[in-house]
């Protein structure tokens, strides 16, 4: 038999007494030749001519691509995912849920609704025969769509407005913020938490227990006392039908309501009225507070330090010792400045309804003692003002407050930190809390900028149907302040527009965005990366989003190839039977800019040509590729590797295969012998 000498590439498989010519891989299909590449399947009697992978559906030949599923006997063309609607062409991308005999087109996820083609983004929910247009999520109240934002709760058949976290009050819609409980067929406005109390509204703040068929209004805890409504903090016990009024602990001492604080001991049938602790003392009761203990019969009264400064006595509370007989009055810390004591104390206890002031920690600034407190304390409807530190601006007292606290429906102002910014003092807020309707301006960070003030926000939050401006960060260009966002958020229908980086380029301020949103059918452009090009803004994109049937052009990175801006795309994206050319790496040979591509994509049934990689042979820019596809009839030729062999590039390929009584000559390696190229293969000779 004559020697055939077949030129090929990649893989060749054999098949019967046919040569098969081709690449990636063949199947062999009974006694036809199966031309093609990545992955063919053999389906029937019929050769499947195709790429990335090709399913088996029945008689039909699928062409596809990423993924394509089978669709009864229909052929469904398109790209990550197609699902099998009955016998609809799905055609689609990022995910395509099966919507009943209905084509749907979308994107990141969409909900089969009934017979309706869901169009949207982030996450659509079905939402009966309505088609609910959205962002991040969208709850099914009936037969309404919900149009909304982070989180949107069913609410019956009434449509929730709102941000947070929005709960389901009956018919009623609940506008809100933190958290709001479902209370009968009322709607509970409030924040931190909001307990339901049967049909009354609760209104306030840290947590609210349910006291039977009353409001309890109150912070810290408050406990459900029979029928009665406790009004207090810390703890509340339920002590039968009477209300505990108190704070930190209460104890129920039989029939008897145990006013008082920190703890307090059953000392028999008596009250025991007192606080932190209580030392035993011989025959003395101790009064203070830190603790109580039970002696005997008898009460002590007492605190919880004590220090002995030389023969005087320190009247305080932290801790209380026994000296002999005698009660030691004092305090938790006695700073000593010079020859004067520093009295002081370390918490603000509530005694009753009495407050008690005292200090936390005392700075000695100079021959100056500074007070102050920790922190704020709600008592009954009284607001105590405190500091939390204190900083010293040269001789200056700088008051300040660590945060705001809600009390009640007044609003407590204060500061988080204090920057001091040569003799003056910057007063700022660490968050913007919701109060009602009103919106609680204040400040994160305070830049100082110079000598002036950068004043900002760290969020930009949602109060009710009103957009707050704010910024989370405050870069300092020049002596220019660059006010930005940190993400655009969608008020209503209104896109609010922000920056999440902002570039100095010299003296000038460059805007831009971090992604691209989908606003309904519209595009937001916008930038993740601004690349300084010279003195030029490159203008770019992260990823190309699909937008309907419409393509948005934009790029990954860009390449400063000497003064010129490289424009390029990371993949190319099929939109549709549209080829959306661009370069996932651009090569700079020298001077030249070269353009490539990393894959080569089948856009229906036209070649994209490209390149994997560019090998730079001397000052020739070699093109090539790494696998050779097969687009419908026609041939890809190209290279697996490029040997550079001296002055002259090689091409050729890989591994040659013996076909039944073929041989295949390749090349698997060059050698370089001198300046001649040597190529070495073997002939393969078989006797019929």
């Not at 591994?655 to 698997?668: A, Q």
Request: proline share 7%.
């Amino acid at each position: 038999l004559s020697t055939l000498l077949f030129y090929g590439w990649p893989r060749l498989y054999s098949l019967g007494h046919t040569v098969v010519y081709g690449w990636p891989r063949l199947y062999s299909l009974g006694h036809t030749v199966v031309y093609g590449w990545p992955r063919l399947y053999w389906l029937g009697h019929t050769v499947v001519y195709g790429w990335p992978r090709l399913y088996s559906l029945g008689h039909t030949v699928v062409y596809g691509w990423p993924r394509l599923y089978s669709s009864g006997h229909t052929v469904v063309y398109g790209w990550p995912r197609l699902y099998s609607l009955g016998h609809t062409v799905v055609y689609g991308w990022p995910r395509l849920y099966s919507l009943g005999h209905t084509v749907v087109y979308g994107w990141p996820r969409l909900y089969s609704l009934g017979h309706t083609v869901v169009y949207g983004w982030p996450r659509l929910y079905s939402l009966g025969h309505t088609v609910v247009y959205g962002w991040p999520r969208l709850y099914s109240l009936g037969h309404t769509v919900v149009y909304g934002w982070p989180r949107l709760y069913s609410l019956g058949h009434t449509v929730v407005y709102g941000w947070p976290r929005l709960y389901s009050l009956g018919h009623t819609v609940v506008y809100g913020w933190p958290r709001l409980y479902s209370l009968g067929h009322t709607v509970v406005y409030g924040w931190p938490r909001l307990y339901s109390l049967g049909h009354t509204v609760v209104y306030g703040w840290p947590r609210l227990y349910s006291s039977g068929h009353t409001v309890v209004y109150g912070w810290p805890r408050l406990y459900s006392s029979g029928h009665t409504v406790v009004y207090g903090w810390p703890r509340l016990y339920s002590l039968g039908h009477t209300v505990v009024y108190g704070w930190p602990r209460l104890y129920s001492l039989g029939h008897t309501v145990v006013y008082g604080w920190p703890r307090l001991y059953s000392s028999g049938h008596t009250v025991v009225y007192g606080w932190p602790r209580l030392y035993s003392l011989g025959h003395t009761v101790v009064y203070g507070w830190p603790r109580l203990y039970s002696l005997g019969h008898t009460v002590v009264y007492g605190w919880p330090r004590l220090y002995s400064l030389g023969h005087t006595v320190v009247y305080g509370w932290p801790r209380l010792y026994s000296s002999g007989h005698t009660v030691v009055y004092g305090w938790p810390r006695l700073y000593s400045s010079g020859h004067t004591v520093v009295y002081g104390w370390p918490r603000l206890y509530s005694l009753g309804h009495t407050v008690v002031y005292g200090w936390p920690r005392l700075y000695s600034l100079g021959h100056t003692v500074v007070y102050g407190w920790p922190r704020l304390y709600s008592l009954g409807h009284t607001v105590v003002y405190g500091w939390p530190r204190l900083y010293s601006s040269g001789h200056t007292v700088v008051y300040g407050w660590p945060r705001l606290y809600s009390l009640g429906h007044t609003v407590v102002y204060g500061w988080p930190r204090l920057y001091s910014l040569g003799h003056t003092v910057v007063y700022g807020w660490p968050r913007l809390y919701s109060l009602g309707h009103t919106v609680v301006y204040g400040w994160p960070r305070l830049y100082s900028s110079g000598h002036t003030v950068v004043y900002g926000w760290p969020r930009l939050y949602s109060s009710g149907h009103t957009v707050v401006y704010g910024w989370p960060r405050l870069y300092l260009s020049g002596h220019t302040v660059v006010y930005g966002w940190p993400r655009l958020y969608l008020s209503g229908h209104t896109v609010v527009y922000g920056w999440p980086r902002l570039y100095s380029l010299g003296h000038t301020v460059v805007y831009g965005w971090p992604r691209l949103y989908s606003l309904g059918h519209t595009v937001v452009y916008g930038w993740p990366r601004l690349y300084s090009s010279g003195h030029t803004v490159v203008y770019g994109w992260p990823r190309l989003y699909s937008s309907g049937h419409t393509v948005v052009y934009g790029w990954p990175r860009l390449y400063s190839s000497g003064h010129t801006v490289v424009y390029g795309w990371p993949r190319l994206y099929s939109s549709g039977h549209t080829v959306v050319y661009g370069w996932p790496r651009l090569y700079s040979s020298g001077h030249t800019v070269v353009y490539g591509w990393p894959r080569l994509y089948s856009s229906g049934h036209t070649v994209v040509y490209g390149w994997p990689r560019l090998y730079s042979s001397g000052h020739t820019v070699v093109y090539g590729w790494p696998r050779l596809y097969s687009l419908g009839h026609t041939v890809v030729y190209g290279w697996p590797r490029l040997y550079s062999l001296g002055h002259t590039v090689v091409y050729g390929w890989p591994r040659l295969y013996s076909l039944g009584h073929t041989v295949v000559y390749g090349w698997p390696r060059l050698y370089s012998s001198g300046h001649t190229v040597v190529d070495v293969a073997k002939c393969f000779t078989t006797q019929n």
